[in-house]
């Protein structure tokens, strides 16, 4: 069954089972009856999860800081997958180069990156990478390694692009490079934007919990946080009234009226009829 593949026949609680490593996985025989048939969905399947996890970052919820790069990230894997010729795997050079220039563009005027004497022209990924990098991290180790990587990546989808004996090794090494830095971005930017999780005042533990409990008789909700690691606690009360206060009803209203909230809420109240 292949060298890396072991096949065992086993019988538990009258049920006859496939059993292939390595990974382990079952399969019941009743589903399918011939072992083959059995070994080749299991082989189909590793397949199908290797390709799907590389198009899925670890944290989806970066994945809204980078989304029109990361769909341009997706278009080189897809192209990959049906890759066989070396201007195949040159074409994954060129579009996971496309992804880095699509972040570039689209983060050029972000607030965080500020005004600039003298931008870098909008396809110059390098240029555009290493501000980002300055405004992103701390001097240090940290920044260091990622202009290390804004540079080297961006070579090598160049390279992949112009490399006429290019390889699926090569072109799996780039798109590897690729998605790294599009996803180190992200949670940068991300904690650019939301800040680094709380810490506890007591003992410096990152496992302090949050939750809101509204409070009926008093006309508001208390606000109550947790250190899952000490027992600290602290808790807030806030009326409601303060809260709509605070709140920028301009941005509530310009949510509100967006078409797929509309949507959701025709949706709802269909369901409810």
């Known amino acids: 069954m292949g060298r890396n593949h072991e096949l065992y026949d086993v019988h538990c609680k009258k049920t006859r089972w496939w059993v292939i490593t390595e990974p382990t996985n079952l399969y019941q025989q009743s589903d399918f009856p011939e072992v083959e048939q059995a070994f080749i969905f299991h082989l189909g399947l590793g397949v199908f999860m290797a390709e799907r996890s590389r198009s899925e970052l670890e944290d989806p919820e970066t994945e809204q800081h980078i989304t029109r790069s990361w769909r341009r990230f997706k278009q080189a894997v897809d192209a990959m997958n049906g890759a066989e010729e070396s201007e195949d795997f040159q074409a994954v050079g060129i579009k996971c180069r496309d992804a880095l220039i699509a972040l570039a563009k689209d983060h050029a005027t972000a607030a965080w ?86 810490r506890c005042p007591r003992c410096e533990s990152y496992r302090v919990r949050h939750d809101l409990d509204p409070d009926r008789s008093e006309d508001g909700f208390w606000v109550g946080s947790v250190c899952a690691s000490c027992g600290w606690s602290e808790q807030s009360f806030t009326t409601w009234q303060e809260h709509f206060d605070s709140m920028d009803i301009d941005r509530v209203k310009e949510y509100l009226d967006r078409p797929g909230i509309v949507s959701d809420r025709l949706h709802s109240a269909a369901e409810g009829d």
Request: aromatic share 8%.
């Open 113 to 198: 990156v500020g005004p600039l004497e003298s931008p870098p022209k909008a396809a110059d990924f390098k240029g555009w990478g290493n501000i980002f990098v300055e405004r992103l991290t701390e001097s240090g180790r940290l920044r260091r390694y990622v202009k290390e990587l804004v540079d080297k990546t961006w070579d090598l989808t160049v390279w992949l692009q112009h490399e006429a004996n290019a390889t699926p090794m090569d072109a799996d090494i780039v798109l590897e490079a690729t998605g790294l830095l599009l996803g180190l971005f992200a949670k940068l930017i991300r904690r650019r934007e939301h800040g680094d999780p709380d």
